[in-house]
């Protein structure tokens, strides 16, 4: 199936379509998304590319490289947001790349149409689909595993480049996003006896002495920027990239904290639509009666640890587990060409109408709920009717082929997706959309002014509002108290789940999530 390899202009188009819809749509989230643009900002504005700083204090809960790489493309194009929040859809392009090229390093003898639907897979992922326009260090992580597994795999046959290979996705990997890297690569590496058998290196002792230095080159890599960065950050900043911030996570993490078993349900809701298609599950136990080839013993060798160690540590978030969605993209690419090729059976998109059908039914009915009202009140029903007039549409077609009905499923994914946002976003924006009390906070600082923020604060208006003076964090009570005592002409932010039943005029206030936040003059905020 030549024509199958075909397919990479559509993806891209598609790509850069619903990633221009969404980020036209969505503000940028707090607290992460404002967070780590300004990182981004108060590094470029410190001229400091060594140490990252939010909020005028050393923030040692993730490295440079994503940092680095928003400064490289402001260089080209000044300071601004929208340059910084395209990175990421590049990003997930060259993933999708990196992985069909590996299924041809897997399955070098197979049709085209095996890694051709490999990016189609992932795209169509509704996880995948609604994350890779995010401010986020994941799919760089992502993009550094591809690298390591490709080096691991071109080091059988050449050994200076697989390692050099190894040590760019390890290197980058830790720079990326700490020590995690090494969880969905150190398994493969230690179980390349069981999984390489057509393609075995020359000496296993050779191979190993090749991967270790990558490794160790690897380390160099990361270490050439966290030693001296350890050092100019202080003693605090050098314990935490050194130690504190891995250990937290793994052993008693101190954000995201879930049972070990949370990914096992997770993960198939992550992996939607696909695990709704009955003929996927077909293959799937076809796959699993068959012979297991080299490739697909290379699959399991970096998803059943990884899953493992991943469950593991105590911090959990869904994208956490990003990193493993190319094996398994992989995995079931092989699975189901082989099944398709042995069975010949008839395609369908039923799962995905019932998909759609599902959505549709929530636009409608979402509204009605009073205990969601805040959220949904604005929205409007014809996202609901567009998306059920689209699961007619899927119930109707027949495609021709099995990677055909991989195509239509995503495409169909992402008109789903490109509808929600239409009809979810206009209503949901005002409640995220910092920009109004950055841009108001900003012209405060401008005047002199000293601002505080009640509470824990993430550096959400730090980037928006291109702040170049900290915003004090008051912890507790007696903190704001003692800080509205020294700073009588300053202001503070409050953030209250509902609206005090009088306020003065010089009040600004900000929908804010679920309540809103204030900025009080400390003279008016004294007498409440």
Known sequence: ?????????????????????????????????????????????????????????????????????????????????????????????????LAERLARRLWPDADRSLSAVVPWLLFGAVFWMNFYTLVQFDLLLVL?????????????????????????????????????????????LLLAPWWAHDRRPATWRGWYAGVVAGMVLGAAVALAWAIPAGLSGGEVYRQAIFWGQSAGRVVDSFAHASPWWSYLWWLPLM?????????????????????????????????????????????????????????LALLLARWLAAYAGAAHPGYRLHFVAALLALSGTGLLVLPHIDALAAWTGGLQPWGGLVLLAGAAVCLSLKPATWFATVQSAAVA???????????????????????????YVSSLQRQGDRLAWSGKYHGQLQFSGRLEQRIEPLTDAGAVQRWMADHPHGYLIENRRSMPSALPGEVFVQPYRSGYLLVWPVADRIHR
């Open 1 to 97: 199936m030549r024509s199958a390899a075909g397919g990479w202009p559509g993806l891209i188009f598609l790509t850069a379509a619903l990633a221009a819809l969404q980020l036209w749509l969505r503000p940028l989230l707090p607290v992460d998304e404002t967070r780590y643009l300004g990182v981004a900002w108060e590094m470029w504005q410190r001229g400091d590319l060594l140490v990252p700083y939010l909020n005028a204090e050393p923030y040692s809960h993730k490295p440079p490289l994503l940092f680095w790489l928003v400064h490289g493309l402001w260089l080209l194009t000044g300071v601004s947001e929208t340059a910084a929040r395209w990175i990421f859809p590049v990003i997930m392009l060259l993933c999708l790349w």
């Open 144 to 188: 550094t595993a591809l690298l390591a597994w490709h080096g691991m795999l071109e080091a059988m046959q050449r050994p200076l480049r697989g390692c050099l290979l190894l040590a760019a996705g390890i290197g980058m990997g830790v720079l990326a996003k700490g020590p995690v890297i090494l969880l969905p690569v150190v398994p493969a």
């Open 271 to 327: 992996w939607l639509p696909w695990l709704l298609w009955p003929q996927l599950w077909k293959a799937v136990r076809a796959g699993v009666a068959g012979d297991l080839d080299d490739g697909i013993r290379f699959c399991l060798a970096v998803l059943l640890p990884g899953l493992v160690l991943f469950s593991l540590v105590s911090g959990k978030q869904g994208k956490y587990l990003l990193p493993l969605f190319p094996l």
């Open 413 to 439: 994914m992402a008109f789903a997706s490109a509808v929600i946002y239409l009809a979810l976003l206009p209503a949901l924006r005002p409640a995220f959309d910092l920009k109004p009390l950055a841009t």
